[in-house]
């Protein structure tokens, strides 16, 4: 009997496994309201190309791609997770929504150099700084690492 269920719990988990990992190409209406009403905020009068939503196991996350170039991550629950410009700046917007210490950080210490990409994490916030306008000083992305409070704890270039 113990081996039964031994077996049994193995093909639970194989199958389980087997049905994770999924993408599909959803309508914006499938999206959360939480989501949708993010986008309009923020992205106002900007056409979304694709929504994508990727299960994976009992997680459910949706990326959605615009017509500007940016894609905009969402948590299961509609909360926004990660903005990308790919070396577009964020919209100021959506910098309003960070803790105060980061957009000074970057002004004081990358000036003239946009933030491209802004990704919520467990532990606070990446940011990822683009190449200055001019391209002088450091030439390639930056990613800086922030804690919930907006405090700068560690860069990665």
Not at 4 to 21: G, H, K, P, R, W
Not at 137 to 144: F, Q, S, T, V
């Amino acid at each position: 009997m113990k081996k039964l269920m031994t077996i049994a719990a193995l093909f639970a988990t194989t199958a389980s496994f087997a049905a994770c990992d999924r993408e599909d190409v959803i309508p914006e209406s499938k999206l959360p309201n939480e989501s949708r009403a993010f986008l309009r905020t923020h992205f106002d009068g900007v056409s979304i190309l694709s929504v994508v939503r990727e299960i994976d196991g009992l997680e459910k996350d949706y990326s959605v791609y615009l017509k500007n170039g940016f894609e905009v991550n969402f948590r299961r629950s509609g909360a926004w997770d990660e903005v990308e410009g790919h070396r577009e700046s964020v919209p100021a917007s959506v910098l309003g929504l960070l803790p105060g210490g980061i957009e000074s950080y970057v002004a004081e210490n990358y000036p003239g150099r946009p933030i491209v990409k802004v990704n919520r994490e467990n532990w606070g916030y990446e940011i990822e700084v683009g190449p200055a306008a001019d391209a002088t000083g450091h030439r390639g992305d930056i990613e800086l690492d922030f804690t919930e409070g907006g405090q700068f704890f560690r860069y990665d270039d």
